[in-house]
């Protein structure tokens, strides 16, 4: 009778595992970029596809976007292959902002400049959102 509970546990654990990988396939419900360790608020509440459609942005690199070495952007090339994270590092370098900042003025920026969606702390970093990842 020793092997059943582990053999249920490791049953448990592959069921939660598939779970998870399903689960990733989802539309991403919030940003939680993995380069801020020891989140300081909730993972900022952002449904990609339905955001995107509501706010009727037409071009992936108005967020996702490309800069030449001269520091200007490329309108036509887009880098939603990549996070912000790979280019946006904690801090600042040169014209590039650091991370949050560029979240924030990012996100903030077009709220503030289209006068709709949330520029509040606690309207983008919701405390108990159930995000699935
Ligand atoms: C309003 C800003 C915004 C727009 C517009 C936008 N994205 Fe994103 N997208 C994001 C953010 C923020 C992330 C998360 C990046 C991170 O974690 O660093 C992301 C992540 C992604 C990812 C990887 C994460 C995943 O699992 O979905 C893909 C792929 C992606 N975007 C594709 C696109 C495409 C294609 C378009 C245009 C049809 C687009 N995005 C338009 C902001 C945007
Ligand atoms: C391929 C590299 C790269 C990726 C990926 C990238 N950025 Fe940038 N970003 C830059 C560079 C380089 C600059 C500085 C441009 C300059 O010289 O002024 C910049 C500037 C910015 C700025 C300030 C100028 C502006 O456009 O308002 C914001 C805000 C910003 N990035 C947000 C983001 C966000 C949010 C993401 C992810 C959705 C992202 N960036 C992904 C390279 C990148
Ligand atoms: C280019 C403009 C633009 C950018 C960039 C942008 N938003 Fe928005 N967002 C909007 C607009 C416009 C609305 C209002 C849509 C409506 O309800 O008409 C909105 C609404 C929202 C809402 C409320 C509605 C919802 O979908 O839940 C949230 C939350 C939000 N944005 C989060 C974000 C986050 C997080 C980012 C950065 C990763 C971001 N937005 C970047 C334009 C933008
Ligand atoms: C329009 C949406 C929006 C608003 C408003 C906003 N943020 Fe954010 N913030 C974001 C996004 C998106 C990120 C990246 C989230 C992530 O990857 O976990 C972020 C990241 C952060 C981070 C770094 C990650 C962490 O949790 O340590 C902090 C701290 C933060 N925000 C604090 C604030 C504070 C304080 C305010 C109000 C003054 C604020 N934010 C307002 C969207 C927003």
């Known amino acids: 009778m020793q092997k059943k509970p582990r053999c249920i546990i490791a049953s448990v654990m592959v069921s939660l595992f ?3 990988a399903v689960r990733a396939q989802d539309e991403m ?4 970029d993995p380069a801020f360790k020891d989140l300081r608020r909730p993972p900022a509440v952002f449904r990609h596809d339905e955001h995107n ?4 942005i037409e071009d ?11 520091g200007q952007l490329v309108e036509d090339e887009s880098s939603e292959d990549q996070r912000c994270s790979d280019c946006h590092e904690l801090q600042a370098s040169g014209d590039k902002p650091a991370l949050m900042k560029a979240f924030h003025l990012n996100c903030k920026g077009c709220h503030q400049e289209k006068k709709k969606g949330p520029v509040m702390c606690g309207q ?3 405390r108990g959102f159930a995000w699935a990842e």
């Open 60 to 70: 992936c690199n108005e967020c996702h976007h490309v800069y030449d070495e001269a």
């Open 29 to 32: 419900m919030v940003v939680n």
């Open 53 to 56: 459609e509501t706010a009727q």
């Open 18 to 20: 598939i779970l998870a």
């Open 124 to 126: 983008c970093h919701v």
